[in-house]
């Protein structure tokens, strides 16, 4: 007799929004596979993962895949100027973008 797995939250299936796309007012469209992630921002699987867990970016899960959302990897790559961004560039614009809001609220 073998054990059954418990059955994965329907939450867990829902995408995950991450800062760029909250700051920059992003809604899902087009999710994209990590390797369509690299060739837009430069970052590698592992640090796109770092980021979705830092909630930076967001994500979902199709299956045993993550995908990314091909808009805020775009923004993501322009904060590179031709080179893969560093998280702390990201994390300064992001923290621009809130204090920007606040002052014209």
């Known amino acids: ?18 800062a760029v796309a909250e ?12 390797r369509d992630a690299f060739a837009i921002t430069g970052l590698s699987t592992p640090a796109l993962v770092y980021w979705a867990n830092q909630s930076v970016i967001s994500w979902r899960r199709i299956g045993r895949r993550r995908q990314y959302m091909r808009e805020e990897m775009v923004i ?3 904060l590179g100027t031709g080179r893969p961004p ?13 204090k920007q809001a606040k002052g014209s609220a």
Do not use: C, F, Y
């Not at 007799?1 to 991450?18: D, H, I, L, N, T």
């Not at 560093?86 to 809130?98: G, I, N, P, Q």
């Open 76 to 78: 993501v790559a322009q």
């Open 86 to 98: 560093h998280l702390r560039s990201v994390r300064t614009h992001l923290a621009a973008r809130k």
């Open 1 to 18: 007799m073998s054990e059954q797995q418990p059955a994965e939250p329907e939450s867990a299936r829902e995408p995950v929004r991450g």
């Open 23 to 34: 700051s920059h007012d992003l809604t899902a469209s087009t999710w994209i596979n990590p």
